[in-house]
């Protein structure tokens, strides 16, 4: 198990709920950081952790979204009242250190109906 | 313009050629590049870093990169039907996050 480990794998939400994403980075990497995927697109940054500290979170998409890493290892991706345009895979990747090689988890497909 | 560029194909091949993919990207300043490989329902997975002009070589594959040109490429030699996939460019202009083009879809045919 020393790759990058996300859960659920799969989720389906009903508009206006809440989720949560869950990411285990591989460990002793210090830099973590979460993309969003739509169909047919290349994935796109959403925020970035080096250890607990959110040092970037630019590309959030909505203040409904929101990330925290409260011990540096294991994160959590949140979305409030969930809509139809968050559905997309949240993929979640780590590095030993920031502008090294980024490892990616298998993804959280998200389907808000 | 979009910060990093690909042509999303599809680039169909032959089983054992060479099949090129070529990137281009936008911001001058950028000092680290990635391929990554994409299959269907799967996350990407890496396959080649290269930091300095010229070339990488790591077995089938070559990166190549040309920083004067904003330019980097991956030549798959002897192409097997298992590198069909979609392959990702990726820039990491800033030291934290990476940028990706939308993917060249890559089919080999056997």
């Known amino acids: 198990g020393a790759g990058v480990s996300q859960s659920p794998r799969y989720k389906v939400a009903k508009r206006g709920q809440d989720v949560a994403l869950r990411c285990d980075p591989i460990?002793?990497?210090?830099?973590l950081f979460w993309y969003q995927q739509a169909l047919g697109q290349g994935p796109e940054f959403l925020t970035y952790f080096q250890n607990e500290a959110q040092l970037d979170k630019s590309g959030l998409p909505s203040d409904r979204f929101f990330a925290e890493r409260p011990e540096g290892s294991v994160s959590t991706l949140k979305i409030q009242r969930t809509q139809q345009e968050d559905s997309a895979v949240y993929l979640c990747?780590?590095?030993?250190?920031?502008?090294?090689?980024?490892?990616f988890g298998d993804g959280t497909r998200l389907s808000i109906l | 313009q979009k910060e990093v560029e690909q042509n999303s194909g599809p680039l169909s091949v032959p089983e054992g050629a060479i099949a090129s993919l070529n990137c281009t990207y936008s911001d001058r300043g950028s000092q680290s590049f990635f391929w990554y490989r994409q299959y269907s329902g799967k996350s990407p997975e890496l396959i080649m870093s290269?930091?300095?002009?010229g070339d990488k070589e790591d077995g089938r594959f070559t990166a190549q990169l040309n920083k004067a040109s904003q330019y980097v490429s991956l030549l798959i030699r002897d192409s097997q039907p298992s590198d069909s996939a979609t392959y990702l460019c990726?820039?990491?202009?800033?030291?934290?996050?990476?940028?990706f083009g939308a993917g060249t879809i890559l089919r080999v045919k056997s």
């Open positions: 990747a780590s590095s030993e250190l920031s502008n090294q090689p980024q490892h």
């Open positions: 990726a820039v990491d202009p800033y030291g934290n996050k990476l940028v």
């Open positions: 460990s002793g990497h210090v830099s």
């Open positions: 290269i930091y300095s002009n």
